[in-house]
Every structure is written in structure tokens, then in C-alpha cells.
């Protein structure tokens, strides 16, 4: 993908007299908890629990595209364990494109940004997105054995974030756009797959995301302030794009094409299936109020959204919903910890008896 721009060096924000306000104190607390909160995918995650590479997240068959149809109906269990490993390779994959691509932006955006502080910031950032790549990749070639190519929709949002010019715009496509998306999806898949893996997994990448939502809107919102009115409708109308672009991307129909399926018949089951309309729906739900947030909410953005059926979702607590990101990872950690320590207490206790009765 081409790219434009320019690299940017800022030489006086070394000083700490010359920074502006305490919104340069705040970007540079969220720089130290991006240095204090980095970790170790290798280890924080335990890469020995089992995966059923036919059911790697317990998707129940009522979730399944094809489920009611024909289709479905001439399938036996092997093949309909075969079709959820599919879908699950397909989310996950393009989690694992979003994620390289979240790299990369965030590189730009060290590359591109005008101060320092915010470079700081980014380069932590790009670490996180680092981790979060080579996690999905393991997840995919080592659990699933499977991996779908980017989405065609994806890969074109990418390209145009990346091509312009303007040093917001990868905050704005990636973060904003692609990121608050994902959010969603993780979010929706963490909350409801029984399976332990991919649980964790989710859960410490969004504590993460939880980081970088609060840095995108700072960021957006205090120079959105700035522009003028027929600046802000360029940004929305990128918006605009981006959102149906995203919209129209979620149908997995490509996972059907696999099996077979024609692809104006898969293209049917997709927009027919009442689970599937109810999951692309709520994957709105934190890039809706992030937009608002940052200032981008004229006339024409809010009738899409209407169009959509996702507006009411800019009244989202954004906060509240990246703090429950980050409870979530803490309470997940603290279970698997005690249940660690519970099962070393017994082994020591084991051991113990058995000395006693050697004795």
C-alpha cells in the first residue's frame, strides 16, 4: 500500500516548561501506563489449554449463517464442525490483519504527529499492536490451523488511511474506525464464547485497546477544535465511507463461498441471518459514541447513522465501557492466579502427607 505524509521531528517539547497544559500531563501518564502495563504474550497466556480446532469457540448452531437452511440441513457433525472452524479462522484473521494494520498506523503516527509527547505515547502503542498480531498468528497456526486472506473491504479503508496525507487520518481510519470495530467483536466474542483460550486472549488485548481509545479521542477531540467547518465534513464524510465500507465487510460470505455456496446465495443468507444482523448492529456500539465524542457529529454523519440503525448508540459511556475492558482482564488474571496458587498449596500438601507417612 502506498503511503503519504510527512516525518515530523519536535526538539523544544523536551522541555518540560514548554509543554502545553495539562493535557500534555495527561498523554504523558498514558505514556508511563503503556510502559507499566506492557507484558509478555509467551507467558501471560497459557498456550497449553486444549482448543477444539471444530469448535474453537463454542458457537452454538443457532449462531451459524446456514443454520435453517437447506444447506445446513444436508450437513452431518463433521461438516458443521468443519463450517464453525471456518468462521472462527475468519474472525480471528481478520482480527490479525486489523491488528498489523493498527502497527503500522500507530508507526505513522510516531512518524507523522508534531509532538513529542504524543510520538512517546505511539510507540508504545505500536508495541501493543506488535503483541497483539503475534498473538492472533499464534492462535490461528497453532489452534485453529487455519488463516483467511483480508477482507477486501478492510484492505481498502486500510489503503485509504494510509494514503492520506494528513497526520490525523490514521488516528481517525484505524483507531476510530477499524480498532473501535474490533473492540466490539472482541468484546462480543469475550463475553460470550465458554472457552478459556480465546477468553484470555480477548480480554488482555482489549485491556490494551482500553489504553488506546482514551489516547484517540484526547488526541482528536483537542485538534477537531481546531478545524474549520468544511475540514470537520471531510472527516465525516471519511467517516461516513468507512462506516458502510465496515458494515458491508461483516458478512463473512467469503466462509460460505468455501463450502460452495454461490455467492449471491451467500451473500442472501448473510443479510438474512437474524443473529448475524443483530452482530453487525452492536459492532457500532463504540465507534458511534467515540465519534461523537471527538466533535464529529454534523447533519449528514448523524442521518447515516440513522440509516444504519445504530444511532442511539452515541449516548454510550465510553469510559464506563473501557473500565469494564479493564476489570475484566484484572479479574481473569486474579482468578488463574489463585487457582495456581490453590493447586501448588495442594501439591505441597501432597507432598507433605506423603513424607509423613513414609516416615
Not at 212 to 231: C, P
Amino acid at each position: 500500500m502506498p503511503a503519504s505524509g510527512s516525518a515530523r521531528f519536535s526538539w523544544k517539547a523536551l522541555w518540560p516548561g514548554q509543554r502545553n497544559g495539562p493535557g500534555r500531563d495527561h498523554l504523558l501518564a498514558l505514556y508511563q501506563k503503556g510502559k507499566d502495563k506492557q507484558w509478555d504474550g509467551r507467558r501471560r497466556i497459557d498456550w497449553d489449554l486444549e482448543v477444539d480446532p471444530y469448535d474453537p469457540l463454542g458457537t452454538p448452531d443457532e449462531a451459524m449463517t446456514l443454520y435453517g437452511t437447506s444447506y445446513w440441513d444436508k450437513m452431518n457433525e463433521a461438516e458443521r464442525g468443519d463450517l464453525r472452524r471456518h468462521y472462527a479462522s475468519w474472525q480471528f484473521s481478520q482480527f490479525l490483519h486489523g491488528e498489523q494494520g493498527a502497527m503500522v498506523c500507530a508507526a505513522r503516527i510516531v512518524e507523522s504527529v508534531p509532538d513529542l509527547d504524543t510520538k512517546f505515547y505511539s510507540a508504545t502503542r505500536t508495541m501493543d499492536e506488535a503483541r497483539h498480531a503475534e498473538i492472533y498468528g499464534r492462535f490461528l497456526r497453532e489452534k485453529v490451523g487455519m488463516l483467511y486472506p483480508i477482507n477486501d473491504n478492510l484492505q481498502a479503508l486500510l489503503g485509504d488511511t494510509l494514503r492520506d496525507s494528513r497526520w490525523d487520518m490514521p488516528y481517525l481510519g484505524m483507531q476510530v474506525l477499524i480498532e473501535g470495530l474490533a473492540l466490539a467483536a472482541f468484546g462480543m466474542i469475550r463475553d460470550t464464547t465458554v472457552k478459556p483460550l480465546p477468553k484470555q486472549i480477548l480480554a488482555y488485548v482489549m485491556q490494551d485497546e482500553a489504553r488506546h481509545v482514551a489516547f484517540g479521542r484526547m488526541a482528536l477531540r483537542d485538534y477537531y477544535k481546531q478545524l474549520s467547518e468544511a475540514e470537520l465534513r471531510e472527516r465525516e464524510e471519511f467517516v461516513i465511507e468507512g462506516c458502510y465500507l465496515m458494515r458491508d465487510r461483516l458478512k463473512g460470505s467469503e466462509v460460505l463461498e468455501s463450502f460452495g455456496i454461490p455467492e449471491a446465495e451467500a451473500e442472501t443468507f448473510s443479510e438474512q441471518s437474524e443473529y448475524l444482523q443483530l452482530f453487525r448492529r452492536l459492532l457500532f456500539s463504540r465507534i458511534v459514541p467515540c465519534v461523537r465524542d471527538i466533535g464529529l457529529w454534523g447533519e449528514r454523519l448523524q442521518r447515516a447513522y440513522v440509516d444504519m440503525g445504530v444511532f442511539e448508540m452515541g449516548d454510550q459511556n465510553l469510559d464506563l465501557l473501557m473500565a469494564q475492558d479493564e476489570e475484566v482482564a484484572e479479574k481473569l488474571d486474579a482468578e488463574r492466579f489463585a487457582a495456581e496458587e490453590a493447586e501448588r498449596t495442594a501439591e505441597v500438601d501432597e507432598a507433605i502427607e506423603e513424607g509423613r507417612s513414609q516416615a
